[in-house]
């Protein structure tokens, strides 16, 4: 049986994309082996958000390229991010690379690796030395990625329910890899979400570039309802889903239909994630963000009123083109407002083709680096204090089965997407849902002990 070994670097979307296409090798009698020594096909599923990302996966394709001295017919390939936006070059810069197959193509993946598995052994390609470079645009390449690979355990599913973005964020690069924002029919997503249930999952990540302005260009409001709340309405009927989760939405697209729903859809979870980059005005304007920092305010606080105790997390850029110390204090003032459960903070990096890396007003690293543990030592103090305050309380938790770090323990999360760790049986327990007195925290993580009735 040949064997596939396939490589994610990046975001939660190359991660879905890349189960997509190991079930695909898996239908067609492959195995996925950890193991690159040992596989027929060496794929990487790329990621371009920064330069390093790209150069890491370059390093590792080249410093795998040795086993086609042990294996002269294995496959070579680049999928993703990175793929899509240097296509052929990478052929170029490394040439044993035998396929490079962008974000519209993951569902002919496999089928260009059997062609150029099945072309080497018929010595064809001795010749020829052909590669193939597949980066075109595909209608309905969206609605491709829909089937899951069989897990242990597999209480909860990240669903992809759209590909793409028409935003242009200023520093992002993710609107010239990954396409104009395509979204996938509600029936669609329904039926990939029941058969997931069949399977055990009882929670679901709806997961799109900007979830709630989903289907905005193909489907109609309803009752006056965007097809987002539509679709989260579709998905809260499936009796067996027992939690709903979205990311990442964005401020445009937190319309009033979004923050109802979080009045009477209670297996939405209490938790958003939900990404503010910046806290000032001037600086949302040049990251061509179209809100104002105290709109994003403004929803932060409709969204606690409509869900009371809900947990909010962020992403915040420190240190972008033109960012003057009041704009970076208006940040870190945004943060102190909305006192964010969680904030990932990153210092913003020149990223080749995109408006920014161009732009007046680039900052030394030090300034970056100053800005970036400041902000940090504000959110930890305010995790930790929020977390510190469970310590003694009850919270119902989702079961997922054995800790990733413990095996001997059980993990789950909480309606608002904290980790608890405690004791039980994962064959009984997971997929449950049930209280979990909380005894001890330590920094992000929680434990406890089951509260069994
Ligand atoms: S919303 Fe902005 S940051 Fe997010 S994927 Fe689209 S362009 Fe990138």
């Known amino acids: 049986m040949p064997k596939v070994y396939l490589k ?3 975001c939660q979307m190359n991660e879905r994309d890349s189960e997509q296409v190991a079930q695909m090798f898996v239908e067609r009698g492959f195995t996925v082996t950890p193991e690159a020594e040992e596989a027929d096909v060496v794929l990487m599923n790329t990621c371009s958000v920064r330069d390093q990302a790209e150069q890491k996966a370059i390093g590792r394709m080249n410093y795998l390229g040795k086993h086609r001295k042990t294996n002269p017919n294995i496959v070579y390939g680049f999928m993703g991010c990175m793929a899509q ?33 099945r072309a080497k052994e018929e010595a064809k390609m001795d010749d020829l030395r052909r590669s193939i470079v597949d980066i075109d645009e595909e209608e309905e390449s969206q609605n491709t990625i829909r089937d899951h690979v069989d897990k242990e355990h597999g209480v909860s599913e990240f669903v992809s329910i759209m590909q793409g973005c028409n935003m242009k964020c200023t520093f992002c690069i993710v609107p010239y890899t990954r396409g104009p924002e395509r979204a996938r029919p509600i029936p669609e997503i329904v039926d990939e979400i029941r058969r997931l249930t069949d399977q055990g999952v009882r929670e679901v990540t709806l997961l799109g570039q900007i979830v709630n302005l989903y289907g905005r260009h193909e489907f109609p409001k ?15 009927e499936i009796d067996d889903i027992k939690r709903i989760r979205f990311t990442s939405p964005h401020p445009i697209g937190y319309k009033e239909d979004v923050i109802k729903a979080f009045t009477y859809l209670p297996k ?10 910046s806290g000032s005005n001037q600086i949302l304007k040049r990251m061509h963000r179209p809100y104002k920092a105290e709109r994003f305010i403004e929803i932060c606080d409709k969204m606690k009123e409509a869900r009371p105790g809900i947990a909010i997390s962020t992403d915040i850029i420190v240190g972008f083109p033109g960012e003057s110390e009041e704009d970076y204090l208006a940040s870190k003032k945004a943060v102190e407002h909305v006192q964010f459960d969680q904030a990932y903070i990153f210092r913003y990096s020149q990223r080749k083709d995109t408006p920014a890396a161009e732009m007046d007003g680039q900052l030394p690293e030090r300034v970056k680096e100053e800005r970036n ?5 504000t959110v930890n103090e305010i995790v930790e204090r929020k977390n510190h305050a469970h310590v003694g309380g009850t919270y119902e938790v989702l079961c997922e089965g054995p800790s990733r770090y413990n095996k001997e323990k059980l993990s789950g999360r909480t309606r608002t997407n ?3 760790i405690f004791e039980g049986d994962a064959d009984r327990m997971a997929g449950q849902l049930f209280d979990v007195k909380i005894n001890e925290c330590t920094g992000h993580t929680l434990y406890g002990d089951p509260v069994l009735h």
């Open 8 to 10: 994610t670097y990046g």
């Open 268 to 277: 939405l979870v209490d938790h958003v994630h939900f990404p503010m980059q």
């Open 85 to 117: 936006s240097r296509g052929e070059e990478l052929i170029k810069q490394s040439p044993h690379v035998d396929l490079v197959a962008g974000t519209q193509k993951y569902h002919r993946v496999v089928d260009h690796c059997v062609e150029l598995m």
């Open 373 to 377: 543990q400041d902000l940090l030592k």
């Open 222 to 236: 309803v009752d006056d309802k965007s097809p987002f709340v539509q679709l989260l309405e579709a998905v809260h």
């Open 418 to 420: 904290r980790i608890v």
